[in-house]
């Protein structure tokens, strides 16, 4: 089945920092990329739709000057969180879908901001 | 409002037996209903996925059944394993839309 990579798995990092989460479509080319947000004990929250080649749609509540999405090529997604604090600390998970077919989900990314 | 919402919360059983998860959703109208398996600390992998017009789709041990009348799925698991312990979400596509909407999931824990 379809394969997406995320990078990196965990990270840790200091307040005000900004970090980077890559999104990779490994063995399709992705016209949408979605990126989800998760709580412990959550479900899923949708933060923003990426389609490649134009800017990312928000959900409402999502500020996109913090949680900044480039979507430069058809297998690759970034979210970067800006100037990250505490209350950033999550589990992000991005989706990549083509076409008709389903949203397939990488394995997140694990935040933590001390 | 299109919501989904899952039963039970969390749910604990000994290997071996069997369990039905429950799904209701007032999504309409809907192209699409899916289970998917999220261990934790991963990305969700799908199991099934039913269309409007579809009753039932089984993969291996685990049978999803769908009753668009009264808007209800089931996800039933069959001889347990302790691998199947994990978090399940019921997950609706409205119709028009590739955007996908989550369920609470059910955390279901299967003991030796």
């Known amino acids: 089945g379809a394969v997406v990579s995320q990078h990196p798995s965990w990270v840790i990092c200091k307040s005000g920092t900004s970090v980077k989460i890559e999104c990779r479509s490994l063995d399709f080319q992705a016209t949408t990329m979605f990126w989800y947000r998760q709580f412990p004990k959550q479900s899923l929250m949708l933060m923003a739709t990426?389609?490649?080649?134009?800017?990312?749609?928000?959900e409402q509540g999502v500020e996109k000057d913090k949680f900044l999405i480039n979507h430069a090529s058809l297998t690759l997604s970034t979210l970067t969180v800006t100037s990250a604090h505490p209350e950033d600390s999550s589990f992000y998970i991005c989706?990549?879908?083509?076409?008709?077919?389903?949203?397939?989900f990488g394995d997140g990314t694990r935040l933590s901001i001390l | 409002k299109n919501q989904v919402e899952q039963s039970p919360q969390s749910l604990i059983i000994l290997e071996g037996k069997n369990c039905t998860l429950q799904?209701?959703?007032?999504?309409?109208?809907?192209?699409?209903l899916r289970w998917y398996k999220q261990d934790t600390g991963r990305g969700p992998v799908s199991l099934t996925i039913?269309?409007?017009?579809?009753n039932t789709k089984s993969n291996g041990r685990y049978t999803a059944t769908l009753d668009a009348d009264t808007k209800q799925s089931s996800l039933h698991i069959t001889a347990s394993q302790l691998s199947d312990s994990a978090s399940y979400i019921c997950v609706v596509s409205p119709s028009g839309t590739y955007k996908y909407i989550f369920g609470t999931g059910t955390r279901l824990k299967v003991l030796a």
């Open positions: 799904c209701n959703y007032t999504v309409s109208p809907f192209s699409n």
């Open positions: 989706s990549a879908h083509r076409g008709n077919q389903p949203q397939h």
């Open positions: 990426s389609n490649e080649g134009s800017k990312a749609t928000y």
């Open positions: 039913m269309t409007f017009s579809e």
